[in-house]
C-alpha cells in the first residue's frame, strides 16, 4: 500500500501563487505516475496534471495549462503542483493520486491511491 499525505494549500488572493506537496510513503514507486485532481463543492472531480515518473513527461488539463507545473523529487518521494496566476476558479479541494504503472492518464478511475485532500481557496 501507499499513503499520501497533502499539505500546501491554504487562501491565496486572486493572481497568487501556491506550492502544494504530496509526500509518499509505504510501497512507493518512483518510476509511477503520479496525478493531482481538484473537486469544487457541487462539481465532479478534475484532473489537474500528472506526471511519470519513469522519463518525467507531464500531462496537464486545459483550464491550468500555462499556469501550473507538476513536477516531482523521486529521492524524497514527494510530487509538487506549483501554482500560479491563481483565479477564484481554482478554488477547490486538491487531491494527490497514484498509479502503479507510469501511464499517464487524466482518468480518476485508473489511478489507485488518493490522499486525503487540501482546500485552495482563492479570493478574488
Known amino acids: 500500500q501507499v499513503q499520501l499525505v497533502e499539505s500546501g494549500g491554504g487562501l491565496v488572493q486572486a493572481g497568487g501563487s501556491l506550492r502544494l506537496s504530496c509526500a509518499a510513503s509505504g510501497r512507493t514507486c518512483s518510476r509511477c505516475a503520479m496525478g493531482w485532481f481538484r473537486q469544487a463543492p457541487g462539481k465532479e472531480r478534475e484532473f489537474v496534471a500528472a506526471i511519470n515518473g519513469n522519463d518525467g513527461r507531464t500531462y496537464y488539463g486545459d483550464s491550468v495549462k500555462g499556469r501550473f507545473t507538476i513536477s516531482r523529487d523521486n529521492a524524497k518521494n514527494t510530487v509538487f503542483l506549483q501554482m500560479n496566476s491563481l483565479k477564484p476558479e481554482d478554488t477547490a479541494v486538491y487531491y494527490c493520486?497514484?498509479?502503479?504503472?507510469?501511464?499517464?492518464?487524466?482518468?480518476?478511475?485508473?489511478?489507485?491511491?488518493w490522499g486525503q485532500g487540501t482546500q485552495v481557496t482563492v479570493s478574488s
Open positions: 493520486a497514484g498509479r502503479r504503472d507510469y501511464g499517464l492518464t487524466d482518468n480518476p478511475m485508473n489511478y489507485h491511491y
